[in-house]
Nanobody
Framework: QVQLVESGGGLVQAGGSLRLSCAAS????????MGWFRQAPGKEREFVAT????????SYADSVKGRFTISRDNAKNTVYLQMNSLKPEDTAVYYC???????????????WGQGTQVTVSS
């Protein structure tokens, strides 16, 4: 498995921006699909964005399209999530995850970080 550590969460006002980072170690990062998921209190964990190993394949949840951008730097073993135009409904714990096959389901990812809190105030 790969070890994942997220950073960059915090408190931001609606309309603001944050950039999350996820540093990976262990299994070969450059061969993995990397995804971001989030979980709000009382809700199930949901897909946010994912990027394939070659950076060609990308997918976003409809709720974040046009506002969030996922990217990766294979030389630094790091994946990023740039979040712009944040809304109060984006408030959640954000998790970085790794998978061997490109996909958007929670079950398809076998390595998870500890999560980072993002809070958007109105």
């Amino acid at each position: 498995q790969v070890q994942l550590v997220e950073s960059g969460g915090g408190l931001v006002q609606a309309g603001g921006s944050l950039r999350l980072s996820c540093a990976a170690s262990g299994r070969t990062f450059s061969s993995l699909t990397m995804g971001w998921f989030r979980q709000a209190p009382g809700k199930e964990r949901e897909f946010v964005a994912t990027i394939g190993w070659s950076r060609i394949r990308l997918s976003y949840a409809d709720s974040v399209k046009g506002r969030f951008t996922i990217s990766r730097d294979n030389a630094k073993n790091t994946v990023y999530l740039q979040m712009n135009s944040l809304k109060p409904e984006d408030t959640a714990v954000y998790y970085c995850a790794a998978a061997r096959i490109f996909g958007t389901t929670v079950a398809g990812y076998d390595s998870w970080g500890q999560g980072t809190q993002v809070t958007v105030s109105s």
